[in-house]
């Protein structure tokens, strides 16, 4: 499945645990989610549907292409409950992840929509390895400050006017793993876009463990809440807008169907993400 060409490939051992084995290498996962490898396509995220471990309707176990672990997954949280909503007919399934228990709700076309936790803003809670002010942090001499938030898994967001495709393939490999993030970090270049009447947001991210992606719906939670924190959705009579439209890569024409939309009040328990899934195609791969 994917999230706005951010891909995806979904291990359903829901019903039985077993089904996976245990003691899978790193290198098999990064097998699986080779980009050459004939029978899976590749992927920027393996996810895997366990059996939950509290209320929810299931565990989602997310591995990144290089075998490593993520807290949290936004793309792959949408196009998880539009398979649950499509194998198992529960439309507002509650899907467990080390980042939060995250409650959704599946629309009409498999447009999706998840209620996040509030996001964390204090230095140890990024984390991050000294004290630092987290919402103007100075990670390299050649790029603005970055706003550091930990929307389940810990990102960085720089706002610039222009080349933010560039920025994330310059900078983006070397932040992942600056020395100030002891668990690496998803690093987000964000241009805030004048000539649209809703605030909205062109962002290019360099995922921890995935590299340059076509699209990441934490890192879209992570760069629209720096926005308005930051106070950079007010209009000019001083109204904060508290949702942002947010345009990926894949969405090259910047159309009003393929973005993230984020609805965040500052100070709430809770805030929305909603966009599309898809789904791709069933296969079988020997492990």
Same mark, same amino acid.
């Given at each position: 499945?994917?999230?706005?060409?951010?891909?995806?490939?979904?291990?359903?051992?829901?019903?039985?645990?077993?089904?996976?084995?245990?003691?899978?290498?790193?290198?098999?996962?990064?097998?699986?989610?080779?980009?050459?490898?004939?029978?899976?396509?590749?992927?920027?995220?393996?996810?895997?549907?366990?059996?939950?471990?509290?209320?929810?309707?299931?565990?989602?176990?997310?591995?990144?292409?290089?075998?490593?672990?993520?807290?949290?997954?936004?793309?792959?949280?949408?196009?998880?409950? +539009?398979?649950? $909503?499509?194998?198992? /007919?529960? @439309?507002?399934?509650?899907?467990? !992840? %080390?980042?939060?228990?995250?409650?959704?709700?599946?629309?009409?076309?498999?447009?999706?929509?998840?209620?996040?936790?509030?996001?964390?803003?204090?230095?140890?809670?990024?984390?991050?390895?000294?004290?630092?002010?987290?919402?103007?942090?100075?990670?390299?001499?050649?790029?603005?400050?970055?706003?550091?938030?930990?929307?389940?898994?810990?990102?960085?967001?720089?706002?610039?006017?222009?080349?933010?495709?560039?920025?994330?393939?310059?900078?983006?490999?070397?932040?992942?793993?600056?020395?100030?993030?002891?668990?690496?970090?998803?690093?987000?270049?964000?241009?805030?876009?004048?000539?649209?009447?809703?605030?909205?947001?062109?962002?290019?991210?360099?995922?921890?463990?995935?590299?340059?992606?076509?699209?990441?719906?934490?890192?879209?939670?992570?760069? +629209?809440?720096? $926005?308005?924190?930051? /106070?950079? @959705?007010?209009?000019?009579?001083? !109204? %904060?807008?508290?949702?942002?439209?947010?345009?990926?890569?894949?969405?090259?024409?910047?159309?009003?169907?393929?973005?993230?939309?984020?609805?965040?009040?500052?100070?709430?328990?809770?805030?929305?993400?909603?966009?599309?899934?898809?789904?791709?195609?069933?296969?079988?791969?020997?492990?």
């Amino acid at each position: 499945m994917n999230g706005l060409g951010n891909d995806f490939i979904i291990f359903d051992v829901m019903d039985d645990n077993t089904l996976l084995p245990d003691d899978i290498s790193k290198n098999m996962w990064r097998n699986i989610a080779d980009r050459d490898n004939p029978a899976t396509k590749g992927c920027d995220q393996i996810l895997i549907l366990r059996p939950p471990l509290s209320k929810g309707d299931c565990f989602m176990d997310i591995l990144n292409a290089d075998g490593s672990q993520a807290e949290s997954c936004g793309n792959g949280t949408r196009a998880v409950a +539009a398979y649950i $909503a499509k194998h198992k /007919g529960q @439309t507002n399934p509650v899907i467990e !992840t %080390l980042g939060g228990s995250l409650s959704c709700a599946v629309m009409p076309e498999n447009r999706v929509e998840v209620t996040m936790p509030a996001p964390k803003f204090a230095w140890t809670d990024i984390p991050v390895a000294e004290e630092v002010k987290t919402n103007g942090v100075k990670l390299h001499d050649d790029l603005p400050p970055a706003f550091l938030v930990n929307v389940g898994n810990p990102h960085a967001v720089f706002f610039a006017s222009k080349k933010t495709k560039w920025m994330a393939s310059k900078f983006g490999s070397d932040l992942e793993m600056h020395p100030l993030f002891p668990q690496q970090a998803n690093i987000n270049f964000a241009q805030i876009l004048r000539d649209f009447e809703r605030a909205t947001i062109l962002l290019h991210t360099w995922e921890r463990g995935a590299g340059l992606t076509k699209a990441c719906g934490t890192g879209a939670c992570a760069t +629209a809440i720096a $926005a308005i924190e930051l /106070g950079a @959705t007010r209009l000019p009579d001083g !109204t %904060l807008r508290t949702e942002v439209d947010i345009i990926p890569p894949v969405n090259r024409d910047r159309n009003e169907s393929d973005i993230i939309t984020i609805r965040y009040q500052p100070g709430a328990e809770t805030y929305i993400m909603r966009g599309p899934a898809e789904f791709e195609f069933d296969g079988k791969v020997s492990l």
